[in-house]
Structures are given as structure tokens and as C-alpha cells.
Nanobody, 124 residues
Framework: QVQLVESGGGLVQAGGSLRLSCAAS????????MSWFRQAPGKEREFVAT????????DYEDSVKGRFTISRDNAKNTVYLQMNSLKPEDTAVYYC?????????????????WGQGTQVTVSS
């Protein structure tokens, strides 16, 4: 019933762009802080970007600052991640996550609702 569904992943060359979408259902979207995480093979899930429910505050992992932009459209119950200047190091499964009030936006344990993930592969 409560569901986050990511889409927009794919295979791109280094330097290319992708726009990920995460559609939420079964929840009151404008009450939730939304974030993106990613997980590469053999690595822990890491924080990528977050936007608070109001859209007033955003934060990014240092390696993606200036390249990735998080946005949300509360009317569409959707959060986006625009990824530009992609690097092979960005290759991972990307997950969206939601929390009513995240204690720590960069900590995966702060989120109780997760999408299934979408694969992003960046070739060199």
C-alpha cells in the first residue's frame, strides 16, 4: 500500500545525464522528507541527496555536489534526481527513501520507507 517506485535508470556514457524519478503512493507525500541513496556492489548503501518536506532545505554528498540536483513535485507525489556529468564511480543501484522526520538525513537507518531501486550504469 505504501510504496515508492523508482524509474529512469539506465546505461549512459561518462559525462552523460539521467533523470531519476520516485513516485510515492499510499502516503501523505508533503509530510515526508525525501532522500536518495545508492549502493554499488560490495559497498555499503550511501547517502546521495535529500530534500525536506517543505523543499526549504537540501543536502548532497560531497562527491555529487554541483552535478546532481534533487527536486520534488508535491502535486505529483514525486521526487527527482537530476544527474549530470556522470562518472563511472556513480554506477550503483539508486534508491529513494522517505521519513516523516529523519533524525539524520545521511543515515539510512533514519528512513522506514524505501523503493525497490533503479540501476544506473555509467560506462567509461
Amino acid at each position: 500500500q505504501v510504496q515508492l517506485v523508482e524509474s529512469g535508470g539506465g546505461l549512459v556514457q561518462a559525462g552523460g545525464s539521467l533523470r531519476l524519478s520516485c513516485a510515492a503512493s499510499g502516503l501523505t507525500f508533503n509530510l515526508y522528507d525525501m532522500s536518495w541513496f545508492r549502493q554499488a556492489p560490495g559497498k555499503e548503501r550511501e547517502f546521495v541527496a535529500t530534500m525536506t518536506r517543505s523543499g526549504r532545505s537540501t543536502d548532497y554528498e560531497d562527491s555529487v555536489k554541483g552535478r546532481f540536483t534533487i527536486s520534488r513535485d508535491n502535486a505529483k507525489n514525486t521526487v527527482y534526481l537530476q544527474m549530470n556529468s556522470l562518472k563511472p564511480e556513480d554506477t550503483a543501484v539508486y534508491y529513494c527513501a522517505a521519513a516523516v522526520r529523519a533524525a539524520s538525513v545521511a543515515r539510512a537507518g533514519s528512513y522506514n520507507i524505501w523503493g525497490q531501486g533503479t540501476q544506473v550504469t555509467v560506462s567509461s
